[in-house]
């Protein structure tokens, strides 16, 4: 499984759900079961390299948070 394959909509969704708070990372690996660590970061780098999810890939806390134009993505 390479990061084009995962499904972005998952996080997406959840962290329009969840709105303005921040979001740690433990908590993005929980909606992947079984799917490694490393795999699941570099989703997330993607996400915001794109634009999508402001926050840190480097490992730590994370702190993501949607941004504008990844809640249009979600409409």
């Known amino acids: 499984m390479q990061t084009k394959d995962m499904d972005k ?3 997406l969704n959840y962290l329009k759900v969840k ?3 921040w979001t740690l990372m433990s908590e993005i690996e929980s909606l992947y079961v079984g799917v490694p660590k490393k795999l699941i970061g570099s989703t ?3 996400l915001v390299k794109r634009g999508l999810v402001d926050g840190c890939c480097c490992g730590c806390r994370g702190d ?3 941004t504008d134009l990844g809640l249009e993505v979600t409409k």
Do not use: A
Request: charged share 25%.
């Open 9 to 11: 909509s998952i996080v």
């Open 19 to 21: 709105g303005e708070k």
């Open 44 to 46: 997330m780098k993607s």
């Open 64 to 66: 993501f948070v949607l």
